[in-house]
């Protein structure tokens, strides 16, 4: 920003600001002021036009910074409400979007997606903690929207596999033979709150999912 008749400032007040600072303060701007109006010429006074104009360049950068520290002491404010928000998911089932998700025992898993447009057909892929692979379902032809396909449990040779954490990948393709574009969600039961560098996470299967990922809540049903 340039001042007026800042130029005209001998080197005593150039001394005032702290060079490792990069911006200058309100602090620094009066301290300026004030070692112009003590270098100037008292038979030749600076001219009260330009002295006006400064204390004017004072005025609005105070304002200025008085309204960013008001802005994030209200970013600060609605942070803190959100994260505290963020404990009222617990005990709630959530679905997010995701490709996770918890084999049980007992139950299998029904696993949802969305396509973006109609599908000629659509493969849904199967693989463990470690990223094998050991099933796939075809599912046929797909409207666009959303849908779910159950698994049920076991590999290619039939055989059940163990509980634990799973994931999946659909790919679909129309009647060209084109790539229809999918997206894949995770669902589960929301047991604890993780805080990290200021944000909230549900904990859900001991994943950690973002607020801005939930697409749907609602009572876990037991």
Do not use: C
Not at 30 to 41: G, I, T, Y
Not at 87 to 102: K, N
Not at 122 to 139: P, S
Not at 193 to 222: M, N, S, T
């Amino acid at each position: 920003m340039s001042i007026t008749g800042l130029e005209s400032i001998p080197s005593k007040a150039a001394a005032v600001a702290d060079p490792k600072q990069k911006s200058m303060g309100k602090n620094d701007f009066l301290k300026m002021l004030v070692a112009q109006l003590q270098s100037q010429d008292p038979l030749n006074p600076m001219d009260s036009t330009g002295f006006t104009a400064q204390l004017a360049q004072f005025s609005s950068l105070e304002q200025l910074q008085n309204i960013d520290a008001s802005l994030s002491a209200l970013k600060s404010a609605q942070k803190v409400s959100t994260n505290a928000k963020a404990v009222d998911f617990i005990g709630r089932e959530i679905t997010a979007v995701g490709d996770h998700f918890l084999l049980e025992s007992g139950r299998d898993p029904v696993l949802a997606y969305r396509l973006d447009q109609e599908a000629d057909s659509v493969y849904m892929k199967i693989y463990d903690a470690d990223g094998n692979f050991v099933a796939d379902l075809e599912l046929g032809a797909e409207p666009a929207g959303n849908h779910t396909a159950t698994w049920d449990g076991r590999d290619l040779q039939g055989r059940r596999m163990p509980a634990g954490k799973y994931s999946f990948q659909v790919m679909a393709v129309d009647r060209e033979g084109s790539a229809v574009s999918s997206h894949t969600f995770t669902s589960g039961k929301v047991s604890g709150v993780d805080f990290k560098d200021g944000k909230a996470y549900l904990l859900v299967d001991g994943r950690q999912i973002g607020l801005g990922e939930i697409v749907r809540v609602k009572e876990h049903q037991p």
